[in-house]
């Protein structure tokens, strides 16, 4: 059963801006949530993560001062807007939850959506 559903992926152009939104279901409260991303022929890369708070949150050096991730735990919501996209942005973006825990390690996430793609066209 799939807990966490993605949406927002499209194409753009380079430049634009995008949100992508992941929703749980269950509820994100008490769950550090993060993206990662995965582009064709390479391996998952981290992109944001989040604590359960929303207080603090930690962003790959590649997306550091374009990215931004937020949540809304009332509307069990996770974002991540993303400014000034690149054609290295593409990717299918992926959403992790995992109890308590927030941080880049894959590894550590128990709970993954099914993934929204971007392509940044240039």
């Known amino acids: 059963q799939v807990q966490l559903v993605e949406s927002g992926g499209r194409l753009v152009q380079t430049g634009d801006s995008l949100t992508l939104s992941c929703v749980r279901c269950?509820?994100?409260?008490?769950?550090?949530m993060a993206w990662f991303r995965q582009a064709p022929g390479q391996e998952r890369e981290f992109v944001a993560a989040?604590?359960?708070?929303?207080?603090?949150?930690e962003s790959g050096d590649s997306v550091k001062g374009r990215f931004t991730i937020s949540r809304d735990n009332a509307k069990a919501t996770l974002y991540l807007q993303m400014n000034n996209l690149k054609p290295e942005d593409s990717a299918i973006y992926y959403c992790?939850?995992?109890?308590?825990?927030?941080?880049?390690?894959?590894?550590?996430?128990?709970?993954w959506g099914q993934g929204t793609q971007v392509i940044v066209s240039s």
């Open positions: 992790a939850s995992r109890p308590g825990y927030y941080g880049p390690d894959e590894i550590d996430y128990d709970d």
């Open positions: 269950g509820g994100i409260s008490g769950r550090g």
């Open positions: 989040i604590s359960t708070s929303g207080k603090d949150t």
